[in-house]
């Protein structure tokens, strides 16, 4: 595709429900990111995959939260028991391998839990 | 550790009046620097960056400098359009670690016509 694709663009859940956001990265970015934006925030870095693997996850801010990536392309990011908390746009973000390079966001899933 | 500490917003401003966003960043190592803007309704764009000390990022008339003496990296435009009201966001990219991104907290500006 032309660009990182995330989907749903808004998903709104109970509170206690499990919810699976999804990311599609632009075709052949090896590199994928997740970050969390709150309110009048800066993007938070949650956990980044280098191509299978989840090379660093130190961002997830609890075990409710996890994300795969299976086959090195599409990615979920997966909340369990969901709290009013983690009500937040979630975004992707896709790049080649190496430094310095440009990270390409898509638009976001905005999670409202209610 | 890494982080980005931009000025607080929001900024007004008249059409073609000059355009300053602060931003002044601490890193461990030696890392890149960006601006992204998001625009309404929109997701984040890259608007320019720059990967060594004294190199000028620029692009659509906005530049910005990175300056390591003083740990700076501040967004300027000579003329702003009303077009340019957007949300700014400096990042600095961590090379050594997982070229992970550190934002800032972003500085809304408005542009009055």
């Known amino acids: 595709g032309a660009g990182v694709s995330q989907t749903p663009s808004n998903k709104v859940t109970e509170k206690g429900k499990y919810v699976e956001l999804r990311c599609d990265p632009i075709s052949g970015h090896t590199a994928l990111y997740w970050y969390r934006q709150s309110l009048g925030q800066g993007p938070e870095f949650l956990i980044y995959?280098?191509?299978?693997?989840?090379?660093?996850d130190s961002g997830l801010p609890n075990d409710r939260f996890f994300a795969v990536r299976p086959e090195g392309s599409v990615s979920t990011l997966k909340i369990q028991r969901t709290e009013r908390g983690d009500s937040a746009v979630y975004l992707c973000?896709?790049?080649?391998?190496?430094?310095?390079?440009?990270?390409?966001f898509g638009q976001g899933t905005r999670l409202t839990v209610v | 550790g890494n982080s980005v500490t931009q000025m607080e917003g929001p900024v007004t401003l008249s059409e073609e009046a000059f355009l300053t966003i602060n931003c002044t960043y601490t890193a461990t190592g030696y890392p890149s620097l960006f601006w992204y803007v998001q625009y309404p309704g929109e997701g984040l764009q890259l608007l320019l960056k720059?990967?060594?000390?004294?190199d000028k990022g620029s692009n659509k008339g906005f530049e910005a400098t990175y300056r390591k003496e003083t740990t700076s990296f501040h967004l300027e435009k000579g003329s702003v359009q009303v077009s340019d009201s957007a949300v700014y966001f400096c990042a600095l990219n961590d090379a050594y670690n997982f070229n992970k991104f550190y934002f800032g907290s972003g500085t809304k500006l408005n542009v009055k016509p």
């Open positions: 973000a896709s790049s080649t391998t190496g430094g310095n390079t440009e990270a390409f």
């Open positions: 995959f280098q191509g299978t693997g989840a090379a660093d």
């Open positions: 720059a990967t060594k000390a004294d």
